[in-house]
């Protein structure tokens, strides 16, 4: 095909639609600031829902109650962190916006409190996160209170057991039980949390499950399932549930493709677009280029070939699971600019060799460098580009799963992104 | 026998639960005898779980140790015939390369009908149609009756069958320490069971050392210093893909790199040797990685870009080979020690050898106990076929296919997708699969299955039958996350080194998973 371009212009162009890239354009759109943003949006039906700021410091084993305290300590040990780039204040703020935002669109979310939230996992872990659905908040003060609560599952639905979360959570809450289920109308094979999710979307559904809550819920006053309440308005299916239940609800997540994340992958897809944002999803940008006037981002949809034509451009690309760093025998690569990645000596030095040790693997701590301004940084120490700035998970000197930061590092580098674009905006 | 006793007897104690004990084991009750197989870990823990599975024509021997060759070549005809199960008839090529020795080439089909092989020469065109991967500097190829076995669920097979014939019993993480011993014979050997944390005494009328390559150091609890090994380390590639449906050989004298032999729907290209002395701490490096992947690129180019999902090491132990001879010229024939110059009667050790010699090992070991005991029955191993059970079967990729042709059923979930492992499939080993009666564990599943085996190597699957251990009341406390972190623990070893491209993206959204949301990075300090 070689039908001519589409072209787009812009005033800022976000590469990537992961937290950081939708973090981006909820600022970059708060500020007034004309966007387009560009990306495939699957990495974000792998998150939970829990948004983390610090659940885990250095290679302790110890879970962090105070996030804040927590950074405070950051920024003496790991000084190049990029939350230690960021404010506490700056950090508080975006997190109550991103929260905020999301809970004006119709997905309520706890606000950043001053401490963390012990939240529940699918194997009966716990995980110390900052902001929670507003679904999955009774679960923690149900814990807390050792109020008896019944976790129920369902027949056919692989990889969640009531059973397990019970067996590891029993010394802590001994008023724990669980009952298994039969989906309503689910009563063969396998049952998929997406499928029961939008089920739960109709009211007949939603008062066949109370029924068969209540009764399997005994004397238990709070109910927790897997993540299935809804996809759209899980708070009103939420509030439904309690009403015909009488009893507290909340959700646990499940494993990855989960509800909660595919919940925000289609709240930004379909607000985003009603505020402004030139969206174009399910793409990737194959070049980006920049000349005197701006940046040009290369991509392609299935019509034809696209120009976007940006003033500032805010890579927020992820790392190996989303494509914005590639591992290459030789090497660990940045795709789209061939920026310097910090990283080990050799291959042989990216992992430990033990899978599980606390203190992360090596390979994890590699990423892009960035200037105070969030500017991606070239070999001699220079910046790349004056229009170019980078957000999210894909810059160095952080280890996100072993530090339960990864909404955390996307939200708050994009707060100071979208601030220092604002910034270069405003000054032309 | 009661598993809850702190002392047991047999007629024979078996020590080693790779092929060749396991071999031991059926040939034993074969002939009437009953046997106690153990092993400190469990059924394949050493060399048997760790090599190609090539079952050898005897090709690559034909140039450095015509007799191992030709003991091949039978082994390979005998196992095709009465184990069929287990192995698959893929053929074999032999590909010499520009830079290859033309001499040593054209010799070898001389060679391979000197030892009886069969051997096809082939026009380089006609190898290339047969294997449209190989090289297009080919210059010479033959075509062997080289085929694969799966060691796994061969040995399985051979417990299974024994315990069958005369309830002969295996155990699992039972190790000996030590033996008791008086007037020149062992009388019992002191175990640590490691499944229950305690000590075992085993009494016995023989005893058997069939440890591999830990066999020296077993020898010596006996006081026999008549064993005298060194230890080669070989590393293996898995890919993602199969890529040639023979076995292919390199037509050159053993070297690294040189065997890409197929294995259901992965290829297994290998192998490095380096010496080692250390038998616990063997794991691949990235060294020995590149190197294989360098050699074998040379017959097959598409290995330089191929995904590999894991590598593993094992170690060869190489009887002491006379001068100063290279490890790949030591001998890779078998020994049989009877441990009577030692002053020890009732004792014996066979090492070395190769899967494919497992059965005629273990026959000439049995030979030896059996007059020991007076029982004058001669070996059946090479005229009984194997008798088949499909709960020694999952670790065989085609018995999940036939399983979900054959009986699929909505409600029988697979846990494993990657391998198509159904929920019955873990019932079933459970009920019928040796070792796993006592243990019910992920582990135990994962070495009885191809659970774990896929892309993926179990970081979705673990969770899953994990979660259905508990739901079936298996796990009732948090040992199951701390199996569940061991299992990945233990699939890491083999992935570390092949990890980039997209086995990088896989390797981070498991530990997100893992780690990120599971905290099985955390569990000792949660608790
Ligand atoms: C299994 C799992 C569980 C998680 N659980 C949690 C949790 O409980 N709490 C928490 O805080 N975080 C969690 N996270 C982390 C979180 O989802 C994000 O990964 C993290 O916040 C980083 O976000 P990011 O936007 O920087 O990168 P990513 O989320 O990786 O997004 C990068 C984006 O860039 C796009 N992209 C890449 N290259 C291009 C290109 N050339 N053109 C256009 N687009 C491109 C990708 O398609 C993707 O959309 C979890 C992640 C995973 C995988
Ligand atoms: C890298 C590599 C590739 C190979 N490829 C092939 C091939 O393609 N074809 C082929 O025919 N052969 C091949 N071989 C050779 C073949 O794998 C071995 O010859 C065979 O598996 C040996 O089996 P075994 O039972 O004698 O020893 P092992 O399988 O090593 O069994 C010994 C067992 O003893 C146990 N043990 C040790 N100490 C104790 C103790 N104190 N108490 C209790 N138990 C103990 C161990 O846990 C172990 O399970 C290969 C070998 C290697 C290393």
Redesign the interface.
Known sequence: MTAEPRHFTTQLAVIGSGIAGFAAAIFAINRKIVTAQVGNTGALAYTTGYLDLIGKLGGAAGLVTDPWQALASLRETEPKHPLCRVSADDIQQAFAEFTDFLGACGLAYSAPGASNITALTPVGTLKQTLCVPATMAAGPRAMAANTPCVIVDFRGLKGFSGAEVVANLRDRWPQLTTRRLVFPGMDRGEVYPEVMARALEVPATREQLAEALNGVAGAARVIGLPAILGMHRPDHVRAELERLTGREIFEIPTMPPSVPGIRLRELFQQVLPQRGVTLIPQQRVTALSFDGDGATLALSDSYGPIRVHAQAVILATGRFLSGGLEAHPAGIREHLLDLPVTQPAGRADWYRDRYTDPRGHPIHRAGIEVDDSFRPLTREGRRYHDRLFAAGVILAHQDWIRGRSGAGIAIATSFRAVTEAKRFLSGR | MSFDATTLETEVLIIGGGVTGAGIMRDLALRGIHSLLIDKRDLCAGASGGNHGLLHSGGRYVSTDPAAAMECRQENALLKRLAPQCIETAGGLFVAVEGDDPAFAEKFPALCRNAGIDCEELSPGEARRLEPVLSDKLFKACRVPDATIDPFHLALLNVDHARLIDGSVYRPHTEVLRFEMADGEIRAAICHDHLHNRPLTIRARQFVNAGGAWAMNIARLAGCADVSLLYAKGTILVSNDRLAHHVVNRLRPPGDGDILVPGGTVSLLGTTSTRVDDLERV?P???EI?RNIREGAAMIPALAGARYIRAFSRVRPLLQAVGNASDRAASRGFALLDHASQGVNNFCTITGGKLTTFRLMAEKTVDLVARRLGNDQACMTATVPLPDDEACSWTEPATALKHWHRDRD??D???CECEMLPQSAIEQIFAGAPGAEQERTIEAVALRSRAGKGPCQGS?CG??I???L??Q?H????T??AH??DF??E???GQ??V???QQ??Q???A????????????????R
Do not use: N, P, Q
């Not at chain 2, 796990?475 to 948090?478: E, G, L, N, P």
């Not at chain 2, 530990?511 to 949660?526: F, N, P, R, Y």
């Open positions: 794991g490096t990235v060294e590149d909505a409600d979930m697979i846990l979705f969770i899953r994990g979660s259905y508990y739901d009341g796990y009732r406390d948090a199951g996350l569940l972190r990945f623990d699939r890491f070893k570390r080194c990890i980039w491209g990088a993206a390797m981070e959204l530990e997100a998973l893992h780690c990120g949301l599971l905290g099985l990075d955390t569990l000792e300090g949660d």
